[in-house]
C-alpha cells in the first residue's frame, strides 16, 4: 500500500535561472579584444555575468571598445555588479534602482552609508530618465563623489535640471521604452510643457507603432501631440464690485 507521501504530486521544477550574456557575445558584439577579452572570458562564470552587467550599461552610455577595455583591465571583485545581499543594506526605494543600473559593490557600499532620506532623494533622482546616460562609468562618477566635499550634491547631479515628477511618472508607466536620444529632448522642453507632455503621453496607444520615440518627437515638431491635452479652461472674470 502507497503510502500519502509515495501519492503525493512531486514539489515544482526549481524556476530557470535568468539567461546571462555570455561573455563571448559581449566581446563579439562591442569589438573587445586582446587582453581584456582574455580576462573577461578567464572569469568565474558568475563572475562573467556580474561583470558583463555593469559593462552593458557603459556600453548604453556610449563607452567604446577602448574604454571598456580599460573598465575590464581595472576591474577587481569590488567593480562588479553587486549582488542581491550586497544590495540589502539600501534603502528599499533605492535598492531596484540601484540593481537595475548594475551599479557595482564598491559604489553599493558607499552609497550605504548615506542617510535614509538622502538615500531615498538619490533613488527618485538616479530613476529620472537620462540623468545618468552620458556617464560612461558610474562606479568612478560615485566614487569621485564620495572623494569630494559636497558628495550628496555631486552625486545629485544639481547642476543638471530636474525633470518635471508627472513627466518622470508617465515615462515609467509606458508599455514601451523611448530612447536614449528622445529622453534627452523631452528633458530639455520648459517644465509648463513637460507637465503637458506627461499629460498627453498617458493618452497614446502604442500598439501599431513601430518607432514610440520618433512618433512622441514627430508629435511634438507637428504640435499634435501636446493638441490632445485641452488647454485648461479660462478664468471667469471677477464679478463687479457692489457700489
Known amino acids: 500500500q502507497l503510502s500519502a507521501e509515495d501519492t503525493a504530486a512531486p514539489p515544482p521544477a526549481p524556476a530557470s535561472p535568468p539567461r546571462r550574456r555570455h561573455a563571448d557575445e559581449f566581446i563579439a558584439s562591442t569589438g573587445v579584444a586582446g587582453a581584456a577579452a582574455d580576462k573577461l572570458r578567464s572569469l568565474a562564470p558568475e563572475h562573467q555575468a556580474r561583470l558583463v552587467r555593469r559593462l552593458d550599461i557603459s556600453a548604453a552610455a556610449g563607452a567604446s571598445a577602448a574604454d571598456l577595455e580599460v573598465l575590464i583591465m581595472r576591474a577587481d571583485d569590488q567593480q562588479y555588479a553587486a549582488t542581491a545581499s550586497e544590495l540589502a543594506p539600501l534603502d528599499p526605494s533605492l535598492r531596484p534602482v540601484a540593481d537595475r543600473l548594475a551599479l557595482t559593490s564598491a559604489a553599493v557600499w558607499s552609497l550605504s552609508t548615506l542617510d535614509s532620506l538622502q538615500q531615498q532623494d538619490l533613488a527618485y533622482r538616479f530613476a529620472e530618465p537620462g540623468l545618468l546616460d552620458d556617464i560612461v562609468d558610474l562606479d568612478d562618477f560615485i566614487a569621485r563623489a564620495f572623494a569630494r566635499e559636497k558628495t550628496y550634491e555631486i552625486l545629485l547631479r544639481e547642476s543638471v535640471s530636474f525633470m518635471e515628477p508627472d513627466l518622470v511618472n508617465a515615462i515609467h508607466g ?58 485648461p479652461p479660462a478664468r471667469p472674470p471677477p464679478s463687479p464690485v457692489a457700489p
Open 174 to 231: 509606458l508599455a514601451v521604452d523611448l530612447s536614449r536620444s528622445c529622453v534627452k529632448e523631452l528633458r530639455a522642453l520648459d517644465e509648463p510643457t513637460q507637465r503637458d507632455l506627461a499629460r498627453a503621453i498617458k493618452t497614446l496607444d502604442f500598439r501599431d507603432i513601430r518607432d514610440p520615440s520618433a512618433y512622441v518627437l514627430r508629435g511634438l515638431e507637428r504640435g499634435s501631440l501636446l493638441g490632445r491635452v485641452a488647454a
